[in-house]
Structures are given as structure tokens and as C-alpha cells.
């Protein structure tokens, strides 16, 4: 009976990663347009039954894409130590850089496909928590809620910059964009902190 539900369960996690796969192929030929689930059984050569045993529409499919992505960054960042993050945020700026170009072309394509924005206000929570844990310097930040305004504007550029990046429309190195954003926001920093 165990090994019953062993391969039940392997053959539902194999045809899983075969929707998501094929999604990921249909993001690669379609780019923007829309992706249905005809789109995707056909690709992934399962049945419609198979399809909605996982998920209700494409747009899940996407959206556990995005959750997967988002879980596995946020894993990351908190395996490193960034409680400093305020004093210079250019480390976990780079960190989720090097995250995203692990699978650039990945990354391009959810972020010019719709349901971006999701993606994109959860990647900015993210960071912005990492910096509103800092333990160093926000005990000394004097007016907490502009503070913190402020810092949700720089980190809202930096997701912006990155997003524009993905769609090939940033000039400069990215690296150059997050230190003079990692800049911005240690001054904002030094105009708060009473340190």
C-alpha cells in the first residue's frame, strides 16, 4: 500500500513540473499574450482533468511559478546576514541581483508577462523587510514613519530598475544602479538616525 502512494505521488509531482514546464515554453514563444489551458495541456500533452487536479487556471500556474521564486529568494536572503542592511544596502541589493541572473532569461520573461506586478510588489515587501529588520541602525532612526516612506520609495525604484532591466531598458550596469540607490539610501539613513 506505501509504494502505492509513493508512485501516486511521484507521477502527481511529475505532472506538475510538467505544466509548469510547459508554461515556461509557452512564456518563451508567446511572450505577453495571454496563456490558456488549452495552451498548456496541449503543450504538456496531458489531459484537462490532469491539469485542474493541480491548479484552477494558467494564471495559478504563473502565480506558483512566482510563489516558488519568491519562497526561494526569501530562503536566501535569510541564510545570510544582512541585520546591517541599512547601513549599506548595496550587499542584499546584489544579492537578489545575482539571485535573478541565476535564470535571467526566466526571470525576463515573468516579469514581462501579466501578473508582473504581483511578482514585483512581493520582491519589494521582501527587500524592504530585510531592511526594517536591521538591528544596527533603525533602533536610532529618529522619525520612524517618514523613515520608512522614504525607504519604501527607494526600494519601489530599485524593483522599477530592475523590472526596466528586464525589459532591456536599462543602459547602464545594474550594479551601477543598485549603488547609487544603496547610496540614496544611506543618506536617507544619516538624515534620520540620530547615531
Known sequence: MEEKKKKTYRNFTRSEKAIIRAYVELMQKKGRSRITVTDIVNTADLNRSTFYAHFKSADDVREKIQSDIINELTSSLNKRDFRNALSD??????????????????????????????????????????????????????????????????????????????????????????????DSVKLCVHRYSSK
Do not use: Q
Not at 544579492?95 to 541572473?101: E, K, L, N, S
Not at 510588489?121 to 529618529?142: A, M, Q
Not at 526596466?164 to 547602464?172: C, H, K, Q, T
Open 89 to 182: 544596502p548595496y550587499p542584499a541589493m546584489m544579492h537578489v541581483i545575482a539571485f535573478i541572473r541565476k535564470d535571467a532569461e526566466m526571470y525576463k520573461m515573468l516579469l514581462n508577462t501579466e501578473g508582473a506586478n504581483k511578482f514585483l510588489k512581493k520582491l519589494r515587501d521582501i527587500v524592504i523587510e530585510k531592511c526594517l529588520s536591521d538591528e544596527v541602525i533603525l533602533p536610532y532612526i529618529k522619525d520612524r514613519d517618514e523613515f520608512e516612506m522614504n525607504l519604501r520609495m527607494f526600494i519601489g525604484g530599485y524593483v522599477s530598475v530592475i523590472e526596466d532591466w528586464a525589459a532591456g531598458n536599462i543602459n547602464m550596469p545594474v550594479e551601477k544602479t543598485a549603488k547609487i540607490m544603496s
